[in-house]
């Protein structure tokens, strides 16, 4: 069992950055695929970033790409999103997610088993 618990967004202008932190727990974190996802209003659940349990890979949604970092800290049972030069197209809830499953990268929201309650990210122009 992995709890997740989100924190770092808030209201931020445009060009500004934020860094999403997220905090497991259970012993099993440092085996576990991490993810970012985000949900803007009247629209779907979309990947953001993932990093593998050793932190040597990452992927990117090409929108984030040279504008967000994914990064992690097994001892601290922590996941980071370093989000740079930010957008209003960049609204919306951040949710971390954990695969206990899956040990690579991944995309697909379905290779996650637990999730956080998201924190709001919000970017006026």
């Known amino acids: 069992q992995v709890q997740l618990v989100e924190s770092g967004g808030g209201l931020v202008q445009a060009g500004d950055s934020l860094r999403l932190s997220c905090a497991a727990s259970?012993?099993?974190?440092?085996?576990?695929?991490m993810g970012w996802f985000r949900q803007a209003p009247g629209k779907e659940r979309d990947f953001v970033a993932t990093?593998?349990?050793?932190?040597?890979?990452?992927d990117y949604t090409d929108s984030a790409k040279g504008r967000f970092t994914i990064s992690r800290d097994n001892a601290k049972n922590t996941v980071y999103l370093q989000m740079n030069s930010l957008k209003p197209e960049d609204t919306a809830v951040y949710y971390c997610?954990?695969?206990?499953?899956?040990?690579?990268?991944?995309?697909?929201?379905?290779?996650?088993?637990?999730w956080g309650q998201g924190t709001q990210v919000t970017v006026s122009s």
């Open positions: 259970g012993r099993t974190f440092s085996s576990n695929t």
């Open positions: 997610a954990a695969g206990s499953r899956i040990s690579t990268i991944m995309r697909s929201g379905a290779g996650y088993d637990y």
């Open positions: 990093i593998n349990w050793r932190g040597s890979s990452t």
